[in-house]
């Protein structure tokens, strides 16, 4: 059975408080892990939650806003005291690389382990990352400056042999890869068997987007549909709508109307101003349009397992 889970580091905008953090969240999926957004005080997140800095090897950088970035080098410089060795991929906006390096050039600093940068594309979706299990795509938002949202997916594991089936056919070991991709078998007679008949497809594969910071994007389906878990900012509630449109960002009923357009199973809002001290209103404002939607918030666990799907919700307490 595959795996999601998404553990919530930072989930405020623009100010740190005490006990909210700007954007940060790691998502392991099908054992690859992924850091996206690396606000303020990201790595003392990451301790917090006891996730091993060694597992960190993609970093994704939505956009050039302080409290998206400005952990991401005191994090690297940990990193590099840690005596890593291994190279570390990050995905940017062009002008971060420029950043890093004349940041560690001025004061003098070095990083002794390689850094693979690869830039966004702020036009089209793009395919960032792919192996074996998983693929990562970025797809351009609507912000003040040149953002991106990614979506993640599992890749789709081969059909499932149904029980018994080999037995009562007598089919070779040899052959059960082909057929787990598809192929019929012909058995001792010469018969040919339906490959329906020997096996189930697999469960559909794992997916989540991050949706941060934007206006709402009309097209936002032609990137993705149907996502396990859809990730979008909503900072502000439909009484600050205005504010919303200026600053381009969203209000929490515009991003539960991302979800419907989108198709998404299960809705996460985040990103939220702090000017709501009660972020209750933020849930009743999105849940009116889209009803499975959860507000995420520091320390918040989030799991999808492929065989019921349903989101298990845990949260930890932030010191
Ligand atoms: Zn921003």
Redesign the pocket.
Same mark, same amino acid.
């Given at each position: 059975m595959s795996h999601l889970k998404l553990i919530i580091l930072g989930a405020s905008?623009a100010i740190p408080l005490s006990h909210r953090y700007p954007s940060a969240q790691f998502l392991s999926l099908a054992n690859r892990h992924f850091l996206i957004d690396c606000g303020e005080g990201t790595q003392i997140r990451l301790r917090q939650e006891n996730i091993g800095f060694g597992r960190i090897d993609h970093i994704l950088v939505?956009?050039l806003?302080g409290?998206?970035f400005f952990g991401l080098i005191p994090l690297l410089s940990t990193l590099h005291l840690l005596d890593r060795r291994k190279p570390i991929k990050i995905y940017g906006p062009k002008a971060l690389k420029e950043l890093i390096n004349s940041h560690l050039s001025l004061s003098n600093a070095r990083i002794g382990f390689p850094i693979e940068f690869i830039p966004l594309d702020f036009e089209r979706k793009q395919l960032i990352f792919e192996d074996s299990g998983v693929k990562v795509h970025s797809f351009p938002l609507n =912000?003040?400056?040149p953002?991106c949202g990614f979506l993640f997916e599992e890749k789709s594991s081969p059909r499932k042999m149904k029980k018994g089936k080999i037995a009562e056919y007598g089919i070779p070991f040899s052959e059960i890869p082909s057929i787990k991709n598809g192929a019929a078998w012909a058995d001792q007679f010469g018969k040919l068997i339906d490959n329906h008949e020997l096996t189930d497809p697999p469960p559909p594969p794992l997916s989540y987007a991050y949706c941060?910071?934007t206006k709402p994007v009309n097209h936002l389906d032609r990137y993705f549909k149907g996502v396990d878990l859809l990730y979008h900012e909503a900072t502000f509630t439909e009484e600050h709508r205005e504010r919303a449109s200026q600053?381009? =960002?969203s209000t929490a009923a515009q991003a539960a109307g991302m979800a419907k357009l989108t198709e998404s199973k299960h809705l996460l809002l985040g990103h939220f101003s702090t000017r709501y001290p009660k972020l209750s209103d933020l849930k009743e404002e999105a849940a009116a349009i889209f009803k499975n939607c959860d507000l995420v918030k520091e320390g918040m666990r989030i799991e999808v397992f492929s065989g019921d799907r349903l989101p298990k919700i845990s949260l930890a307490e932030v010191r």
């Open positions: 905008s939505s956009h806003h409290d998206h =912000h003040s400056v953002c941060t910071d600053t381009q =960002h």
